[in-house]
């Protein structure tokens, strides 16, 4: 599920699209810093079908999974994400909780605190969700491109972790780097980077970055997914606009989710910890 539109508002703020090219032409391409050290790396080869040791992770997969021949983005994995996010119940709880916000703050003014306004403002958030699912389906379906958010960590092309450098013929081939040091606005960098673009689709899970054109269209059309149902004075283009900053804004907001939910979910269970040990 996304992240509430309404905080990502305060991130993003304006026109998305400005913010979209502005980050893409700065974190799009290269390194996300200028030019560092290589660390030192230690190459191994495993082989899927004889060594019990030989296992392919895939970006953002999990370590634990032993099943894993190939890690691309199947048509079956992108009806499944399209389904989930646009028609069932995590897309229906979605407009419940954000037709909730916008019912407490009555957004739509138009539209009363009441049964029937807060019944609008569920419909039009669903209706919102299942267009930008929708088109960011169709459009990756063209771009053959997997849209899974990334941390630093399991981008296949940063120097830290285990990098598989290629898996043809059942054998994997990986690069083994050190962890850095002081790379917090490199990780903050690529959460940026990672709300813009995406990875081609790869069964190696090593295909290169790609602009988020997916994102962008489904962006604008979860934006306009609306019309039907605001007000007529919501439809101008200022207030299309605004809707497709706070969607642009949950993206980016699941990027910072992405990449920080370890420390995340640390710090969370240390505080749960320490609140219990004082009871």
């Known amino acids: 599920m996304n992240v509430p539109w309404m905080l990502g508002s305060r991130l993003v703020g304006g026109n ?166 002081k790379i917090l606005w490199r990780r903050v960098g690529h959460a940026f980077k990672d709300s813009v673009t995406v990875l081609k689709s790869n069964p190696c899970g090593i295909g290169g970055r790609l602009p988020a054109i997916d994102r962008l269209v489904g962006v604008a059309a979860g934006a306009y997914g609306g019309y039907g149902w605001y007000p007529a004075a919501e439809n101008t283009f200022a207030s299309v606009g605004q809707r497709a900053s706070l969607s642009y804004g949950s993206t980016l907001l699941g990027s910072f989710y992405t990449e920080f939910s370890p420390e995340l979910i640390t710090g969370l269970t240390k505080l749960f910890s320490s609140h219990k040990k004082q009871q």
């Open 16 to 181: 998305v699209l400005p913010v979209f090219a502005l980050v893409l032409s700065v974190f799009g391409g290269g390194s996300l810093l200028p030019s560092q050290t290589i660390p030192t790396m230690v190459s191994q080869t495993y082989s899927l079908t004889t060594d019990p040791t030989g296992k392919l992770t895939c970006p953002g997969g999990f370590p634990t999974n032993l099943t894993v021949t190939s890690c691309d983005f199947t048509a079956h994995m992108r009806v499944q994400q399209w389904v989930t996010v646009s028609f069932t119940d995590e897309a229906m709880l979605g407009a419940l909780v954000y037709g909730g916000g916008a019912q407490i703050i009555q957004s739509p003014s138009e539209w009363g605190r009441t049964w029937g306004g807060y019944g609008d403002r569920i419909g039009v958030r669903y209706t919102q969700a299942a267009a930008r699912g929708t088109a960011e389906f169709l459009v990756g379906s063209l771009m053959h491109d997997d849209p899974r958010h990334l941390s630093y960590k399991d981008d296949p092309h940063t120097q830290w972790g285990l990098k598989v450098d290629s898996c043809e013929n059942g054998t994997i081939i990986v690069h083994s780097y050190p962890t850095p040091t």
